[in-house]
C-alpha cells in the first residue's frame, strides 16, 4: 500500500479516533481526524484525501451523509465504522459507493485487511468508470461520423465506402481527427440548410 497515503478518519468517539490515527501512522500515512460528518466533509474539501474512513453514527450529520456528500462531490473511496449492523443501516450503506464495512470492536489486522481491500476496489471501479466513459465517446464519435457519411453519400451522390475514404482523406489532409471533420461537415449541413430556408 501506499506509504504516503492522505486519510481523515471521523468518529464522535475519541478513543476510537485516535486509535485509527495511531494504527495509521505506524504505516506512514498522514491522518487528519474529525468528530462528526461536518468536520469530516469540511477537512476533504480543504484537502481531498485518498481514504475516508467515517463511523456511521455522529451528531451533525452522520456518516452515512457525509459519504453521500463526499461521492456527489467527487471519487473518494469510503470505508465506514460501525458498531450497528442491522438491516436498515446496512440498506443505507448499500445505496453509496462505499468500498468497505467494519464492525466495532476494530483490529489492527481488520483495519490494514479492509484499506487494502477498499483501496484496490476503487482502483477497479475507477478503471472501469473510465472503461465505460470511453465506450460512451467512442459510441458518440461513431454516430457523428455515420451522420457527416450520409451527408456526403446525399450531398456528392457517392456510395459508403467512397463517403467515408473521403472523410478520411480531408481529416488527413487537415491534420485533424476523423470525428472532428466528422463535427465539420455536420456544422457545414446545418448551414446549407439554414441557406435553404432563407
Known amino acids: ?9 471521523a468518529d464522535d468517539e475519541r478513543d476510537i479516533r485516535e486509535y485509527l490515527k495511531e494504527v495509521m ?15 469530516l466533509t469540511e477537512a476533504c474539501r480543504r484537502s481531498p484525501p485518498d481514504l475516508v474512513i467515517t463511523d456511521i453514527k455522529m451528531p451533525e450529520m452522520d456518516g452515512i451523509q457525509a459519504a453521500a456528500a463526499l ?6 473511496p469510503v470505508i465506514v465504522v ?12 448499500s445505496n453509496l459507493p462505499v468500498f468497505g464495512y467494519l464492525v466495532k470492536p476494530i483490529s489492527e489486522p481488520h483495519v490494514k485487511a479492509a484499506v487494502a481491500v477498499a483501496l484496490s476496489r476503487f482502483r477497479q471501479f475507477t478503471e472501469l468508470k473510465q472503461e465505460a466513459a470511453d ?17 456526403l453519400m446525399r450531398r456528392l451522390g457517392v456510395d459508403e465506402d467512397e463517403a467515408f475514404s473521403r472523410l478520411r482523406k480531408l481529416a488527413s489532409s487537415k491534420n485533424m481527427k476523423l470525428v472532428e471533420m ?7 449541413e446545418s448551414v446549407f440548410r439554414e441557406l435553404g430556408e432563407v
Open 135 to 151: 465506450l460512451r465517446q467512442a459510441l458518440d464519435d461513431r454516430k457523428v461520423i455515420e451522420r457527416a457519411k450520409g451527408v
Open 1 to 9: 500500500m501506499n506509504a504516503s497515503l492522505r486519510v481523515v478518519v
Open 71 to 76: 461521492t456527489a462531490q467527487g471519487h473518494i
Open 82 to 93: 460501525s458498531a450497528h449492523h442491522d438491516p436498515d443501516t446496512v440498506s443505507r450503506v
Open 25 to 39: 501512522d505506524r504505516m506512514g500515512w498522514r491522518v487528519v481526524t474529525a468528530s462528526d460528518g461536518r468536520e
Open 182 to 188: 466528422g463535427r465539420h461537415v455536420m456544422e457545414a
